[in-house]
């Protein structure tokens, strides 16, 4: 059984719980493409959560503040 190569064809093996978080700034990737996975996760019952990281480019250093970390912490704590 194969599935698609984009990340909505994964979705039917996906139980665990996601975190998206997509720079706006980003060259390589369209900050549109994760709010459609977003939006898409949602509609297909999928437990996740979205922040939109404002002027962060694709793997950029803003990513790795404190307050992100509290977030990535708190998920993780969330659904250990």
């Not at 994760?34 to 922040?51: A, C, H, I, N, T």
């Amino acid at each position: 059984h194969r599935f698609p190569c984009t990340p909505a064809g994964l979705f039917p093996e996906l139980f665990r719980p996601v975190l998206m978080m997509h720079g706006m700034d980003d060259q390589m990737v369209s900050y549109y493409q994760s709010v459609r996975l977003f939006q898409k996760l949602l509609e297909e019952g999928k437990e996740v959560e979205f922040y939109r990281m404002k002027n962060a480019g694709h793997g950029d250093v803003a990513f790795w503040t404190e307050k992100n970390m509290d977030l990535v912490e708190t998920f993780i704590r969330k659904y250990l």
